[in-house]
């Protein structure tokens, strides 16, 4: 009791301050948990807006490539066609008209392939055989700004078979692109990022060069600009376009002729499917449709509550569903392992004005 008032002072005691310090640090430490999250979300809103400008960049570079679409009515042979052509007059290309993803070499075949240590992407085969320099597809492009790259884009194709199906030369071409943001970790010290992937303002070793988007031997995402074999011993490894093996989920639901809003992805060693299964992971069906990944499904057993499946909109349509039944080889989705920023599906005539 206080002499002067004769009234008691309130106060806390220890131990209130101490259950509030803890209550507050839960809090706290609760908070710091969700921010990663929430700058992860607010990093994909801004790549979307962005990547929706870059995706009709690549188209209007893709449609407009004098290299990409060149015509040679006169050719003889597939190895003497120009543009498009090589691609649809090879019948060793898309004949069954499912996506041909990028092959890790600029070797003579069909479809599209890419320099993993470099990034350089090829286009069909053949003397005409077409390249797509790294530098045409970095945004922005190096040395025109005085910004760094910060996205690159790339692109796979497969066959639309139009009119006669004997006829080569109905057959229209496909094209799924690809744009990401490029690997956040690279180390590059004194050196531009335009110096690192195109080597053109300062030669160096391909040791000591990079790529936009990297990953290791087993394809998973290093985010480095290495990836490879002991962190890019042997040089940097370029991050291709890829694809998963998918089902219906669940069981049996690819057995009726309804849309199908949930997959679940085939499981391999590398662990590929988790890079799949990212929440705003975009993948491209065997009919050309873009899909995005909207929820994870878990299975009904709460005591493990294991991620078995995604939710994806839209759904697989009743088609792709049949033809999947009928040989499981369409059951496979077109993607990159890091979440992309956009994908744009659009599809070419070759030999008109498209």
Known sequence: MSRSTGRFIAAFSLIEILISIVVLSLGLLGLAAVFPAVVRQQRIATDSVQGVSIERTAQEYIRNSGTLNAFNPQAGGVNSRAGWQMLTYNAGWSPRGLWVLSEPSLAGLPGTGVDLPTGVMTMGTGDNQAFVSLTDRLIPHPYSTGNDPRFVWDFVTRRIIAGDPGLASDDQVQVAVFVRRI???????????????????????????????????????????????????????????????????????????????????????????????????????????????????????????RIVAVRITPEISPLLVALGNSDEIYWRMAYTPQVPAGVKVFTLTPGSNQ
Not at 186 to 193: A, D, F, K, T, Y
Not at 290 to 301: L, S, T
Request: net charge negative.
């Open 183 to 305: 690997d956040a970790g690279i180390r590059r010290g004194s050196r531009s990022l335009a110096d690192m992937f195109t080597g053109l303002g300062a030669p160096m070793p391909t040791t000591q060069r990079r790529v936009p988007v990297a990953v290791d031997d087993e394809g998973r995402p290093t985010a480095d600009g290495l990836g490879g074999v002991a962190g890019g011993a042997n040089g940097p490894v370029y991050s291709r376009i890829t694809d998963i093996g998918f089902t219906p989920y669940p069981a049996g639901a690819g057995n009726s002729r309804e849309p199908v809003d949930a997959i679940s992805f085939d499981e391999d060693a590398a662990g590929l499917y988790k890079y799949a299964s990212q929440i705003g992971q975009k993948l491209v069906d065997q009919t050309g449709v873009v899909h995005e990944v909207v929820d994870f499904v878990r299975e009904n057993d709460s005591s493990t509550g």
